[in-house]
């Protein structure tokens, strides 16, 4: 499915109905083949956007999954990258596909095994993954591993207009994640439609941001000549 090299059908609903750890457990020897791995035509506007607010000495990329956003802190970052995720199978996969030049560590974006020694965070399509009460928690600890003065970045598209084709699709994606947590456990947490700005702005700053939006040009705009992806970028207080 999606491409030859990518998993058919029968291997998606087996990682459906599996929790989600072992779920990308189970999909991660095909994970770069699907369109679930974060494109190019993303990873470059956000590096040239963060080229303009850096250098950075140390980058985590937060959920890295195989490590799409590994090349995005090599080319803002003085040192070698860090990737964090809570699956085996995708570290598995990242090691193999970054070698040495990037340090894979596994263990729970809730409980960081790190103290304050990053100066940026990045994250790519990984906040669906936690529920809204988990984000005040999600958000402490990305404070927690960042120096004072870090930065936190995350490219944050514009929710679908309602009535369009995309806010349907979601809509009905979001549905059958939650018809489907009611009937079958363990639960695989997949929900975006919760992913809002004005939400994560003021939990950021609860957690201790200050926080800013960057336009990416290069992904294009709305209708109303507004972005249709921007940059968000929360920085540690002192």
Same mark, same amino acid.
């Given at each position: 499915?999606? &491409?030859?090299? #990518?998993? +058919? ?15 990308? !457990?189970?999909? @991660?020897? %095909? ?12 990873? @470059? ?10 250098? $950075? ?10 490590? &799409?956003?590994?090349?995005?802190? %090599? ?13 085996? *199978?995708?570290? +598995? ?8 030049d990037a340090d894979l560590v596994r263990a729970d974006a809730? =409980?960081?095994? $790190?103290?304050?020694?990053? !100066? ?9 993954? $936690? ?8 958000? =402490? ?8 003065? #870090? ?6 598209? &514009?929710? @679908? ?11 009905? $994606? /979001? ?17 975006? %439609?919760?992913?809002?700005?004005? !939400?994560?702005? *003021?939990?950021?700053?609860? =957690?201790?941001? /200050? ?10 705009? %709305?209708? !109303? #000549? ?7 970028? &929360? +920085?540690?207080?002192r």
């Amino acid at each position: 499915m999606f &491409a030859p090299e #990518g998993p +058919t059908v029968r291997e998606l609903a087996v990682q459906a109905l599996s929790s989600v750890e072992h779920g990308y !457990d189970l999909l @991660a020897p %095909r994970f770069d083949h699907t369109p679930f791995r974060t494109p190019r035509s993303v990873l @470059a506007p956000v590096t040239r956007a963060l080229h303009g607010l850096g250098p $950075f000495e140390r980058g985590l990329d937060l959920c890295c999954g195989t490590g &799409a956003g590994l090349g995005v802190l %090599r080319q803002v970052c003085r040192e070698r990258p860090v990737g964090v995720d809570i699956s085996a *199978g995708m570290l +598995t996969a990242g090691r193999a596909a970054h070698g040495s030049d990037a340090d894979l560590v596994r263990a729970d974006a809730l =409980a960081l095994p $790190f103290g304050p020694v990053f !100066d940026l965070v990045v994250s790519f399509g990984a906040f669906g993954h $936690f529920l809204p009460r988990q984000r005040p928690a999600l958000f =402490a600890q990305v404070h927690s591993v960042l120096k004072p003065g #870090g930065r936190f970045a995350f490219p944050m598209p &514009a929710p @679908a207009r309602p009535g369009s084709r995309g806010y349907f699709a979601m809509l009905a $994606f /979001d549905g059958a994640m939650r018809v489907r947590n009611a009937l079958w456990r363990p639960p695989f947490v997949m929900y975006y %439609r919760g992913f809002r700005l004005g !939400d994560v702005r *003021g939990e950021l700053a609860w =957690a201790g941001f /200050d926080v800013a939006l960057h336009a990416l040009p290069e992904l294009g705009e %709305r209708r !109303d #000549g507004s972005p249709r992806c921007r940059l968000l970028v &929360a +920085t540690r207080r002192r």
